[in-house]
């Protein structure tokens, strides 16, 4: 079965450090892959998507993300954050059939 | 540009009332309209999924329904609430091809008491 999975439920990490947010799927073909930041009590934005090409991709307020085949990864990942980063992450994917299918989240705390 | 409205923002509804929550999407046509379910811990859960206009899936089976009356409004709704119903509700739309991402609304937090 199609399958998104976010290993880490919980990350906390130190303002300035780097971030990084894992994610693995398990699909029978490369799916589109994307990752969304939700705030509290808002909405899904979405930071940057995947469909082909180049591995390494560039993304909204800082973020990239690295589409690795070999690994069935698409890890997320920001090399200084900022208090305003702290939020849930997620990981999605479709492929050209069905509908998006969401990790469980990864909710990130940044410290002083 | 594209944007999604959806409201009210929160709502506080007594066990066994009606609901209805609307979503409209402006800037585009024939989007695909979504509602999904986000409950304390449970990551997103796909409720109802509409590709045009009357077209209607339901994902899980529940004491809500969608209804889709025009091309860009997709309206959540029930005719008695229960307390396992409370959540945060969101909209989200995309274009039809292959690969388009989601676009969420700002969602409304239903508590029912």
């Known amino acids: 079965a199609q399958s998104v999975t976010q290993p880490d439920i919980h990350i906390t990490v130190s303002e300035g450090a780097s971030l990084e947010l894992r994610c693995n799927y398990s699909?029978?073909?490369?799916?589109?892959l994307f990752w969304y930041v939700q705030s509290p009590g808002q909405g899904l934005q979405l930071l940057l998507k995947y469909f082909s090409g180049d591995t390494l991709v560039q993304g909204i307020k800082g973020f990239e993300a690295e589409f690795k085949r070999s690994q069935s990864s698409f890890n997320l990942r920001k090399p200084s954050v900022h208090w305003s980063d702290a939020a849930e992450y997620f990981c999605?994917?479709?492929?050209?059939?069905?509908?998006?299918?969401f990790g469980a989240g990864t909710q990130v705390v940044v410290t002083p | 540009s594209q944007t999604i409205h959806q409201w009210p923002a929160t709502l506080v509804q007594p066990v066994g009332s009606p609901l209805s929550l609307e979503c409209t999407v402006e800037g585009t046509s024939n989007p695909n309209l979504y509602w999904y379910r986000q409950a304390a811990g449970r990551g997103l859960q796909l409720l109802f999924y509409?590709?045009?206009?009357?077209?209607i899936s339901s994902e899980v089976p529940q004491n809500l329904s969608a209804s889709r009356p025009q091309d860009r409004q997709f309206i959540l709704s029930s005719k008695k609430l229960l307390l396992s119903d409370s959540g945060f509700y969101l909209c989200a739309w995309k274009r039809g091809r292959s690969g388009s991402p989601l676009h969420f609304g700002n969602g409304t937090r239903l508590t029912v008491t």
């Open positions: 509409s590709v045009g206009i009357g077209q």
């Open positions: 699909y029978g073909a490369t799916p589109y």
């Open positions: 999605a994917a479709t492929d050209s059939w069905g509908k998006l299918q």
